[in-house]
């Protein structure tokens, strides 16, 4: 929904608003963070369509990425370069690296990037600032400390119990994605604090029902359906992550919806606390 005016420029006087950078790679992912949002502006950055979003004093301008690494960067770079943040957020589903549940949020202080066929993991990048610091002061009330910390990103999907398993090792990570470290060196670059909210949509020891990467090449499609076709089961996995990944959407859409709220409702009480 479009409202034209919602986002006017700050009156004389006022403070202007802090703007929070949300990125996400795929539609069922950026689709679940504006379920939280609502109404918002469409702006295009470029040919970047971003969705944006005033609560409060806080801006939330959601850009959708793409998969990968090298989308995720330079998606990232091209808002960046064009619009001052306050904090960065890298969203949507992951891998969890470490004993969870579908749908447990995984909060990402610091992210390291590994290749699928490195053994060692990239220097760890951590981008603090004060937004982030409150921003993690108010999640330590929501998520466990075991699934706060480091996240690392690779450059394909990571299919098999047996390889999540060794990156979980290798990395001491709670969880996996493909895009975080590509934002993070953005972030980095650009001096905004940078942190990772993500839901668990696949499990440390569970397998994926076919190999993903089939479909992030561009004459890999006509492969990756003849595999589902080919093989009964993989229709049966591709159900269960379905679901898998509803489950993770919701718990996005429910974060995000709290948080809003609760940096509103923080923004209050220091306007209207006495001085």
């Keep these: 929904m479009t409202h034209a005016g919602s986002l006017s420029p700050c009156s004389s006087g006022t403070v202007p608003p802090k703007r929070i950078a949300i990125f996400a790679a795929t539609p069922w992912e950026m689709r679940a963070v504006r379920s939280a949002f609502s109404p918002?502006?469409?702006?295009?950055?470029?040919?970047?369509?971003?969705?944006?979003?005033?609560?409060?004093?806080?801006?939330?301008?959601?850009?959708?990425?793409?998969?990968?690494?090298?989308?995720?960067?330079?998606?990232?770079?091209?808002?960046?370069?064009?619009?001052?943040?306050?904090?960065?957020?890298?969203?949507?589903?992951?891998?969890?690296?470490?004993?969870?549940?579908?749908?447990?949020?995984?909060?990402?202080?610091?992210?390291?990037?590994?290749?699928?066929?490195?053994?060692?993991?990239?220097?760890?990048?951590?981008?603090?600032?004060?937004?982030?610091?409150?921003?993690?002061?108010?999640?330590?009330?929501?998520v466990p400390p075991k699934h706060i910390g480091r996240f690392v990103s690779t450059d394909r999907v990571i299919g098999s119990a047996q390889e999540k398993r060794r990156f979980s090792l290798s990395t001491q990570a709670i969880g996996l994605d493909m895009e975080s470290s590509a934002l993070a060196a953005q972030a980095q670059r650009a001096r905004v604090p940078f942190v990772i909210i993500r839901s668990v949509s696949d499990l440390l020891n569970e397998d994926l029902p076919l190999d993903f990467n089939l479909f992030l090449r561009p004459t890999g499609w006509l492969k990756g359906i003849g595999a589902v076709l080919a093989a009964p089961s993989c229709i049966l996995g591709l159900g269960r992550l379905r679901r898998q990944s509803l489950v993770a959407a919701e718990a996005l859409t429910g974060f995000f919806r709290s948080y809003a709220v609760a940096m509103a409702t923080e923004q209050h009480k220091k306007e209207f606390s006495p001085t």
């Design 40 to 142: 918002d502006i469409e702006r295009r950055i470029g040919r970047l369509p971003v969705f944006v979003h005033l609560i409060g004093n806080r801006e939330y301008w959601l850009a959708q990425t793409g998969v990968g690494l090298e989308k995720a960067g330079r998606n990232a770079a091209h808002l960046l370069d064009n619009q001052s943040f306050s904090l960065i957020v890298s969203t949507g589903f992951a891998c969890a690296l470490n004993a969870a549940d579908i749908g447990t949020l995984l909060v990402g202080r610091e992210v390291v990037h590994q290749g699928a066929c490195s053994d060692e993991p990239s220097e760890v990048l951590d981008v603090p600032g004060d937004e982030r610091d409150f921003v993690l002061t108010w999640v330590a009330s929501l």
